[in-house]
């Protein structure tokens, strides 16, 4: 028979009240559900998970959204990791970024919603950076820029 140690915290070894677990350098974490491993956590910080299938993993550091926000005509009502929102114009929005993304290769989603009317909203006139995604409305057509409410993005990718 397995030995079991039941505790309430780990305390460092050092007196000083911090509680967790203290590994070396290249030792890692691993959560496990009767002997079949469902979390990993490695030395950089790095987690794995087992997906809902129970077969597969998936990292939750890519899997987490790493910035959003929601914004009514360039004015940003609530938001994570967003520094502003700036209006250029009819329908012309950049939405900048906080803690900036690795690269320019990380995906926008956009949610738009306006009162009364109808729209499209796009990625637009303006670049998509580390630091930075461009946004513009339109009419329904495609054929013409308006101002948007209840416009909401969503950020994903690697973080610089």
């Known amino acids: 028979m397995?030995?079991?140690i039941k505790v309430d915290t780990i305390v460092n070894a050092g007196g000083d009240n911090d509680t967790g677990i203290d590994l070396a350098t290249n030792d890692q974490i691993l959560l496990k559900v009767a002997n079949a491993t469902r979390l990993t956590m490695n030395s950089t910080g790095q987690?794995?998970?087992v997906g809902e299938g129970g077969t597969t993993t998936t990292s939750v550091q890519q899997g987490l959204c790493k910035a959003w926000c929601r914004f009514d005509d360039g004015s940003s009502s609530d938001?994570?990791?967003i520094a502003s929102v700036t209006?250029?114009?009819?329908?012309?929005y950049q939405v900048f970024i906080a803690n900036d993304m690795a690269n320019a290769t990380y995906t926008a989603s956009l949610m738009f919603g306006e009162n009364g009317g109808s729209?499209?909203?796009?990625?637009g006139n303006r670049d998509i950076a580390a630091g930075s995604v461009g946004?513009?409305?339109?009419?329904g057509a495609m054929s013409s820029a308006q101002d948007v409410?209840?416009?909401g993005i969503d950020v994903s990718g690697d973080l610089a």
């Open 87 to 92: 209006d250029h114009g009819t329908g012309d």
């Open 119 to 123: 729209g499209v909203l796009r990625i």
């Open 2 to 4: 397995a030995s079991e």
């Open 79 to 81: 938001s994570f990791n």
């Open 47 to 49: 987690t794995t998970i």
């Open 135 to 139: 946004v513009v409305g339109t009419n």
């Open 149 to 151: 409410n209840r416009c």
